[in-house]
């Protein structure tokens, strides 16, 4: 069995609308979730099959949901506790982050939002490669209305 571990990953900037930033929030959820209770490949899927696959990129940085299932189902499996928690509770930070942007971009009309999103990389601790990527941090830099 493999040993996986995280790292903080890059941060990129890109344009999100209301819906976008509804749909990552929820992936992300769904996503850190996973990681404290681990479930058969069809939940994940089933939680997943609704957003659109650039938005899932956005998130995990793979757009397959089988894919997504698979890594993360290793990654609970191969990733320490302890390890796994610190990943959940930055990502839930994350959440919250795009649930308080998306507050934001609907009260004050904004039709589109510039974000910064720092990711996690979970990796394989043997080989270094990343296996999947969650959000820990986004911040709103723009409103368009």
């Given at each position: ?21 509804l749909q ?14 681990i479930a ?14 650039g938005n ?90």
């Amino acid at each position: 069995m493999a040993i996986y571990n995280y790292r903080r990953g890059s941060t990129n900037t890109t344009n999100l609308t209301k819906e976008q930033l509804l749909q990552l929030e929820h992936a992300t959820f769904s996503g850190a979730e996973y990681l404290l209770s681990i479930a058969n490949h069809s939940t994940i899927q089933d939680k997943l099959k609704n957003i659109y696959p650039g938005n899932l990129t956005k998130v995990f940085g793979i757009s397959s949901l089988s894919t997504i299932a698979t890594r993360l189902s290793l990654i609970y499996e191969g990733m320490p506790r302890s390890s796994r928690n610190s990943v959940v509770t930055a990502a839930k930070d994350a959440v919250k982050n795009f649930s308080d942007i998306f507050n934001n971009a609907d009260s004050n009309g904004a039709k589109l939002v510039t974000v910064n999103i720092t990711y996690y990389e979970l990796f394989n601790a043997t080989t270094g490669v990343t296996s999947l990527t969650l959000p820990v941090k986004v911040t709103a830099t723009r409103y368009h209305k």
